[in-house]
Each structure stands twice: as structure tokens, then as C-alpha cells.
């Protein structure tokens, strides 16, 4: 079970997951991508160190298993985002989401939901990217966390630095949501 992060009490509460339960969308608590990140996230720790060579965009200095917090965490992904080349216009909100705990990892879910108001335009839909960081339970604590994010509806797992942001793909996904809408609207 997986419970969101509604009060201070419950930002702080761990929760007991079998890998199974993570890696499907079943539970309607956590979103597909946030399943899907988990996922992927476990199968790189498989391999051998990551193989993206060097950096597309500055790396961000991850906080260590030991001092990682719920709050550093939000922090630290929100100074990331901010390094992103997005155009003024787009503004976004970052949660924390919950926290779920696995055999052998502990998973920190956020989401930073974006939107682009212009003056023709002042109210239009949201297009949200989920992050998890990953702290493992049997690596040395000095280790820093795994981040790995995905933008809505997309399935391809970005690692910070790793991948240039652009906000095309923010764009991408509100138009989605605004043809559907329209679709499903029209007689």
C-alpha cells in the first residue's frame, strides 16, 4: 500500500511493497510512470555503472543515502529543474507524492507539474514530470541517491544530466490532453 503524502505524519511513513506491486500500475496510488521509473531504475542498478558518458547538462551533486530527507530531496529537484533552459513562461509545482519502501531500496516519489499561461491563454492544462530517487539499504550510506525522471504519457526514463530538457516535450503533452478533450467533447 502506498499512501500520499497528505500531512507531515504521513510524508514521513514507510511503506512495505513487494517489488511486484511497484512494477505495475495496479496500485492507483502510484501513477504508471512512477511504476515504470522504479522499474527501471532497479534494472540499471544492475548493470555495471551507467554507460551515458559524459554529462548534457550539469549534474547535479545528489545528496547522500545518510542525509537524505524528504525535504533535501524536493530541494535538490527543484534545483534541477531550475536548471533547465525553460522559457519564462513555464511555471510548476513540486510535490512529494510518498514514499515506498522495497526489500532492498527505498523509493521517494515527486511530482513537478508545469503549465505555460499566456495572455490569450491564461488557464490551460498541466503536463506533469515524475521523479523518484532511490535510496539503497545495501550500499555503503555515503552513496548518493539514483534520480531518475520521466515526462507524462512518455516512457523513456531520463537520468539527470544525462539528458537535455526541452520543453517541447511539456508542450507535446498539453496539446495531447487538449485534442483528447476536444475529441471526447465533440458530438
Not at 12 to 19: T, V
Amino acid at each position: 500500500m502506498v499512501t500520499p503524502a497528505s500531512t507531515e505524519q504521513s510524508r514521513n511513513k514507510s511503506l512495505d511493497l513487494d517489488m511486484e506491486n511497484l512494477a505495475s500500475p495496479s496500485d492507483v496510488s502510484l501513477t504508471a510512470e512512477s511504476a515504470r521509473l522504479v522499474k527501471i531504475l532497479l534494472k540499471r542498478r544492475t548493470v555495471a555503472g551507467d554507460q551515458e558518458g559524459s554529462p548534457v547538462t550539469r549534474r547535479v551533486d545528489w545528496v547522500s543515502s545518510e542525509d537524505f530527507t524528504v525535504d533535501e530531496g524536493e530541494r535538490q529537484i527543484g534545483e534541477y529543474i531550475r536548471s533547465w533552459e525553460l522559457s519564462p513562461r513555464w511555471l510548476h509545482s513540486l510535490y512529494f507524492l510518498c514514499t515506498a519502501e522495497e526489500q532492498r531500496h527505498t523509493f521517494h516519489h515527486y511530482q513537478a507539474r508545469f503549465s505555460g499561461p499566456t495572455a490569450d491563454r491564461p488557464i490551460q492544462g498541466t503536463a506533469s514530470v515524475y521523479f523518484v530517487m532511490c535510496e539503497s539499504k545495501v550500499e555503503a550510506r555515503d552513496q548518493p541517491v539514483q534520480v531518475g525522471f520521466l515526462v507524462e504519457s512518455n516512457t523513456l526514463v531520463h537520468t539527470p544530466g544525462a539528458t537535455r530538457f526541452t520543453e517541447k516535450w511539456l508542450a507535446e503533452v498539453i496539446e495531447s490532453k487538449t485534442a483528447l478533450r476536444h475529441a471526447t467533447d465533440a458530438p
